[in-house]
């Protein structure tokens, strides 16, 4: 199944599944806006979604009451303005496939009292998907940008700004290069494996690499893994 849209935005109430076995593409130029309170948008992904954008027609995920793109589609004026929490998340479910090229998501992170996992909102959740995002840029979202405990992730020329953490690990591998974390509010990258999770065991400690990036300062991003923390970056 192809997703286009190229005039009017798609709007979003509840959930949109793609099944196992089954495939979807959303088109360059598609906007989706997503329902808040009461119908929250989501999107589950157990089979394969490719969402690809280009630099003058880029791939919305957006709130419903973002007027910047697509115009104002709840038709209220100015009543309402888009926040972090608007919509719930993409989730990528255990044995997925992913790709992302030219892609906004923002405003999401919606996960009201941890009944999806408890204890983080994200705008997108990776349970084991083989990941690629490219291009894209993840802003305005509660919690973090992309959470991680399984699969593969491989993210290039992408930008984490005004996110709790761009990346919230747990588990599986996942490498992030030529990218830049700037203007979030606490970590750029935040690893928790090896480390025990809301009554999880704890995993094996996994390494993110995540060289050849950009953090916001020219003296690298702050690390504080060290008794001696370094730089002064995001």
């Known amino acids: 199944a192809v997703l286009h849209s190229s005039d009017l935005p798609i709007i979003l109430e509840g959930s949109l599944t793609v099944e ?22 989501s999107v589950t992904v157990h089979g394969a979604l490719t969402v690809l954008g280009s630099k003058e027609e880029p791939v919305y995920f957006t709130s419903i009451k973002d007027d910047s793109v697509g115009g104002d589609t709840n038709g209220d004026g100015s009543v309402t303005t888009p926040a972090a929490r608007d919509w719930n ?3 990528l479910e255990n044995g997925s496939r992913a790709e992302f090229d030219h892609v906004m998501v923002q405003y999401g ?6 009944e999806y996992l408890p204890g983080v909102a994200a705008a997108i959740y990776d349970r084991g998907a083989e990941l690629t995002i490219s291009n894209s840029v993840f802003e305005h979202n509660y919690g973090t940008a992309i959470f991680k405990d399984a699969g593969s992730a491989n993210i290039t ?9 761009g990346l919230q690990f747990r588990g599986g591998l996942a490498s992030i ?7 979030n509010n606490d970590q750029a990258i935040y690893n928790q ?3 025990n999770a809301y009554g999880s065991p704890p ?8 060289r050849n990036n950009w953090w916001g300062s020219s003296d690298g991003p702050h690390d504080i893994s060290t008794t001696t923390p370094t730089g002064s970056g995001a």
Do not use: C, W
């Not at 196992?20 to 948008?41: D, E, F, H, L, N």
């Not at 020329?157 to 953490?165: L, Q």
């Not at 290069?177 to 203007?183: A, C, L, V």
């Open 20 to 41: 196992a076995g089954k495939s979807a593409t959303i088109a360059s130029g598609t906007i989706i806006k997503m329902g808040s309170y009461p119908g929250y948008g």
């Open 89 to 91: 998340a993409i989730y």
């Open 109 to 114: 992170g919606f996960n009201y009292l941890g």
């Open 157 to 165: 020329r992408t930008e984490f700004t005004d996110n709790a953490y």
């Open 177 to 183: 290069s030529e990218s830049s974390f700037h203007g």
């Open 193 to 195: 494996s090896g480390q």
């Open 203 to 210: 995993g094996p400690v996994v390494v993110v690499d995540a």
